[in-house]
């Protein structure tokens, strides 16, 4: 099973480069060098509205290190499968993680976030807490 890293995880990932440290995200990748990491086409549009990703070479860097999954006509199937479920408990999610949790359930994929809230509301997937 590969693994889907929220816009978050690639922030603080970023954060902390910058500073010179990088403590959570070696805690998070150490005992995983077997695991497949993704980043869906909404996590690279987030990370385009970034100051930190201006210019877009900037941008390219911090996408560069995983494959973009994109969209497909099943992924809006399945965005709408869990916005009907969601809206049906009054509990939706925000529009971008839909997508993100519609993009890890049709590859089979777990979500990698520090929004294991939000995230934990989508029935079947699997969120990853770093």
């Given at each position: 099973m590969g693994l889907?890293?929220?816009?978050?995880?690639?922030?603080?990932?970023?954060?902390e480069a910058k500073r010179g440290i990088t403590t959570t995200i070696d805690?998070?990748?150490?005992?995983?060098?077997?695991?497949?990491?993704?980043?869906?086409?909404?996590?690279?549009?987030?990370?385009?509205?970034?100051?930190?990703?201006?210019?877009?070479?900037?941008?390219?860097?911090?996408c560069r290190p995983y494959p973009i999954l994109p969209w497909s006509g099943d992924v809006s199937w399945q965005y709408g499968e869990i916005y009907r479920a969601l809206a049906a408990i009054g509990q939706l999610i925000g529009a971008n993680d839909?997508?993100?949790a519609a993009t890890a359930l049709v590859?089979?994929?777990?979500?990698?976030?520090?929004?294991?809230?939000?995230?934990?509301?989508?029935?079947?997937?699997?969120?990853?807490?770093?």
């Open positions: 889907i890293l929220d816009t978050n995880f690639i922030i603080v990932a970023e954060r805690r998070f990748f150490e005992g995983r060098s077997k695991e497949s990491f993704y980043i869906t086409f909404t996590v690279a549009g987030e990370l385009a509205c970034g100051q930190s990703a201006s210019p877009k070479r900037d941008w390219e860097r911090l839909l997508w993100i590859h089979g994929m777990g979500v990698v976030t520090n929004n294991v809230e939000e995230f934990g509301r989508v029935p079947g997937l699997t969120v990853v807490d770093y």
